[in-house]
């Protein structure tokens, strides 16, 4: 059965600072989808990574994804307030499954 | 741009009552799905829809729960006797191939009291 885990589930961080949000998965899937979460509203998608050694971009977020090691990371870059949100990634289930498999969320909270 | 569109945004109802759970997927999508969200917890798979058929069901999707697409628009989900716990934020989404990301609706919130 796969599994998705995602560490740190909370984290706390001042405007400027740097940090990752680690993802990983338990079984083989060559497809990884990270999602963000306002409080009370939908999931919007942030990234689809398709590939090993896959990287996207897209403003102050950078996602990657080692499939050897079964490791998606999703980097922060001098974080700012409007970051504030929680990031889910998920895994396609195998096996043909088109489920979607998401770790618990990361919490990211950005004080000025 | 389009999206996918759920009603209500909230609904309450009475445990054991029915619930129908309403879902525009976008046009030209071919799967759809069901995922809820329990309070501050993650989100969990539910069931799939491909080629008119359930493709995949989860532990979570019981007899209680079914799905149809009656027309060639809508997509709804069915709680036949609402238990409390049954209380989660209930998302529709719709990806246009195996592969593209899911585009999720900005869900139902359902309230079993």
């Known amino acids: 059965e796969l599994k998705v885990e995602q560490n740190p589930l909370f984290l706390s961080m001042q405007e400027g600072k740097n940090y990752t949000i680690y993802c990983n998965y338990s079984t083989t899937s060559d497809r990884l989808y990270w999602y963000r979460q306002d409080p009370g509203k939908s999931l919007e998608s942030l990234f689809v990574?398709?590939?090993?050694?896959a990287v996207k971009q897209e403003g102050r977020l950078m996602a990657s994804l080692d499939t050897k090691a079964r490791l998606s990371t999703l980097h922060i870059t001098a974080a700012v307030h409007d970051l504030s949100a929680t990031y889910f990634c998920a895994v396609k289930g195998g096996g043909g499954s088109e489920k979607l498999v998401f770790g618990k969320g990361t919490k990211l909270t950005v004080n000025p | 741009e389009p999206e996918v569109t759920q009603t209500p945004s909230h609904q309450v109802t009475q445990m054991g009552q029915e619930v129908i759970l309403r879902c525009v997927p976008i046009?030209?999508?071919?799967?759809f799905y069901w995922y809820r969200q329990i309070l501050g917890q993650k989100v969990e798979f539910l069931v799939s829809?491909?080629?008119?058929?359930?493709?995949?069901k989860s532990e979570i999707f019981d007899d209680q729960f079914s799905v149809e697409r009656p027309d060639g628009s809508n997509f709804t989900l069915k709680i036949r006797s609402t238990k409390l716990e049954d209380s989660a934020m209930y998302f529709c989404a719709s990806n246009l191939d195996r592969v593209t990301e899911a585009f999720f609706g900005q869900g139902t919130r359902l309230t079993v009291v």
């Open positions: 046009s030209n999508h071919l799967y």
């Open positions: 829809f491909y080629n008119n058929e359930i493709s995949e």
């Open positions: 990574l398709l590939s090993n050694g």
